[in-house]
């Protein structure tokens, strides 16, 4: 199920019939409050939220959101400037669309979101040690030091995907598809902010290997300093 959480009724009943005829099952809120109920109720596969509500903030719903559940939030918003995006993303949002925007654009988006949600499980990789963190693949978890490293999905798919390529350099273009699952717009700071966030909670859980930056090149696991 995808909940859509916008004021702007026309909007929302626009993207309910899109995704609808996409063959998603839809469910709409208009407000904070509402909206907290709903997921309480029942988690989303995704969500989708606005910035500007009548009862509240966006960010500030993301941010709750994000401590208790881990399902992906694509942003929708009118708001273009870079330090939204970067404040959003920093809260634990996975995905920024800007409104006005093309509905393939967001179909494909959501469809992306979706298959990377999804896709590390069905790897032939079942777990990997590196140092002192583990990757469960079959439980789709992280371990540091044996404790449960809190992750969202895109978070995960991050770490996943540079825990299996721990031997090599990865490319900024490279992860942002494996991660993403579409080309990067590398004028934003989507993928800095999350790699920012990775290296924050591998830090605080006393993980040994952190994400490197390759100047001019991606990142790369390496040894903690």
């Known amino acids: 199920m995808i909940l859509v959480v916008d004021d702007d009724i026309f909007l929302v009943t626009s993207i309910r019939r899109l995704l609808v ?25 995704l969500l989708i ?4 509500l009548p009862d509240g903030d966006g960010n500030e719903l993301c941010q709750r959101i994000r401590t208790q559940f881990d399902f992906p ?14 404040t959003g993303l920093g809260l634990g949002a996975d995905d920024y669309l800007t409104k006005p925007f093309d509905p393939s654009e967001l179909i494909a ?18 777990s990997v040690e590196i140092g002192n963190i583990e990757l469960s693949l ?18 995960f798919n ?5 825990v299996q390529n721990a031997s090599r350099a990865v490319s900024r273009e490279e992860l942002f598809r494996a991660v993403w699952g579409y080309e990067a717009d590398f004028a ?12 924050n909670k591998l830090k605080l859980a006393e993980a040994d290997h952190t994400i490197g930056t390759i ?9 903690t300093p």
């Open 49 to 52: 939220l606005d910035l500007s």
């Open 158 to 162: 991050l770490l996943g995907y540079l």
């Open 109 to 126: 988006r959501i469809q992306a979101i979706l298959r990377r949600t999804k896709g590390m499980s069905h790897s032939t990789i079942k």
């Open 73 to 86: 939030i694509l942003m929708l918003t009118s708001r273009s400037d870079s330090i939204d995006k970067v």
């Open 21 to 45: 005829a996409n063959n998603f099952q839809v469910e709409c809120a208009h407000r904070v409050d509402t909206a907290w109920q709903m997921i309480l109720a029942a988690q989303p596969d």
């Open 188 to 199: 934003s700071n989507t993928l800095d902010v999350l790699v920012y966030r990775v290296r």
């Open 215 to 223: 100047r001019s090149h991606g990142y790369r696991l390496k040894p």
């Open 138 to 155: 079959s439980e789709h978890e992280f371990r540091v030091k044996g404790g449960l490293l809190t992750l969202t999905h895109t978070e």
